[in-house]
């Protein structure tokens, strides 16, 4: 058996590994966002950036 000491260790650890994962998969979850992604991409190749829902609007 673990005494409590031991417990209270394993469950600090568990506590870390939860967070830790869960904003792993939060961070996952916005770079394969593409209206995160590419805008970024989009940008850091110098070139300007326009929606394309925006493009043909005025015609």
Do not use: C, H, Y
Request: net charge positive; charged share 20%.
């Amino acid at each position: 058996m673990i005494d409590k000491e031991e417990q209270k260790k394993v469950d600090r650890q568990n506590i870390f590994k939860l967070v830790v994962s869960q904003f792993l998969i939060n961070l996952g979850d916005v770079l394969i966002n593409p209206k995160v992604t590419l805008p970024w991409l989009l940008q850091s190749l110098g070139g300007s950036f326009v929606p394309v829902r925006l493009v043909g609007a005025n015609t």
